[in-house]
C-alpha cells in the first residue's frame, strides 16, 4: 500500500484538528462520556472505569489527555464534559457503532444482545467513506436495535433517553423506546419476555417491600426486577 493510500485510511484516526492520535481507547473514552452525559450521569473517574472495564488510574490518566488536547473539560463534581470539539469526535465514533449495530442485525442475522461487542471492535476502523456507504444500505435509519438514536453525519443530536420503567406509575401505559445495551444477559432475557423498542406495556402493581415490577404485555403478566426495570426507558402515552 502507498504512503498516500495509507494517509487518506488514517484521516480520522489522525485528525489535524487537535493533535491527538485516536486510538481505540481514546475513542472509546470519548464514547463513553458521551453516553453518560446522554444520561444525565455524572462521567467521572470511576463511572467511566466501570463502563470500560478498566481500572481509575487508567482512565485518569486517559481523562488527562483528553483535557491538554481540548476534548474535555473537568466539573466541579470530579467528572469531565466533553467540549464542543471533543462531542465532534464522539458523535462520529457513536454513529459508527449504532450503525454497526444496526447492519449486524438486519444483514447479517445477529440478535441485539450480541452486537455491542462487535461494534466495539469495528467502529474503531470504519472509514468515513464506509460509514457512509453503509448508511445508504440500511436506508439511512434513525436508530439501532436497541432504540439508541444515531446521530446525523453533520448537524446536532439529542440522546433523548426519556422516562425510566421504574418510575412509571400504576396502571400506566408505557411505551418502551429504549433498552440500556451493556448488559447482554439481561438484554437476551428481555427478548425472551418481548420488552423491545416499540412495544406497549401496562405497569400493573410494585410488589410491596422491594418487590418486582408487574407488568402486562401481549396479555402476560411478567415480573420485572429493579435491574431490568432500570435498563427500559420510553414515555407514558
Not at 33 to 56: K, N, W
Not at 191 to 217: D, K, M, N, S
Request: charged fraction near 30%; include cysteine.
Amino acid at each position: 500500500m502507498s504512503q498516500g493510500r495509507a494517509t487518506k485510511r488514517r484521516d480520522h484516526r489522525s485528525p489535524s484538528c487537535c493533535q491527538l492520535t485516536h486510538t481505540d481507547a481514546v475513542e472509546d473514552t470519548l464514547r463513553t462520556i458521551f453516553v453518560l452525559s446522554g444520561r444525565g450521569e455524572p462521567a467521572s473517574t470511576s463511572a467511566v472505569a466501570e463502563e470500560l472495564q478498566v481500572t481509575a488510574p487508567t482512565v485518569s490518566t486517559m481523562l488527562k489527555r483528553l483535557v491538554e488536547h481540548g476534548l474535555v473539560e473537568r466539573t466541579g463534581d470530579h467528572g469531565v464534559l466533553l467540549t464542543e470539539h471533543g462531542r465532534e469526535h464522539a458523535q462520529r465514533v457513536v454513529r459508527a457503532h449504532r450503525l454497526l449495530e444496526t447492519f449486524l442485525v438486519r444483514q447479517l442475522g445477529m440478535s441485539w444482545d450480541e452486537v455491542h461487542d462487535e461494534a466495539d471492535l469495528l467502529e474503531h476502523a470504519l472509514s468515513d467513506r464506509l460509514m457512509s456507504r453503509l448508511d445508504n444500505l440500511l436506508e439511512h435509519p434513525t436508530s439501532d436495535p436497541h432504540g439508541d438514536p444515531i446521530p446525523p453525519s453533520r448537524g446536532g443530536h439529542e440522546e433523548r433517553w426519556g422516562q425510566r420503567l421504574d418510575s412509571a406509575g400504576q396502571g400506566a401505559r408505557f411505551q418502551v423506546e429504549r433498552v440500556y445495551d451493556r448488559d447482554s444477559d439481561a438484554l437476551r432475557y428481555l427478548a425472551e419476555l418481548g420488552v423491545r423498542p416499540g412495544v406497549t406495556i401496562t405497569v400493573l402493581e410494585r410488589a410491596p417491600f422491594g418487590g418486582p415490577l408487574w407488568i402486562e404485555l401481549d396479555e402476560h403478566r411478567i415480573a420485572l426486577g429493579d435491574p431490568l426495570t432500570r435498563l427500559v426507558h420510553g414515555r407514558t402515552l
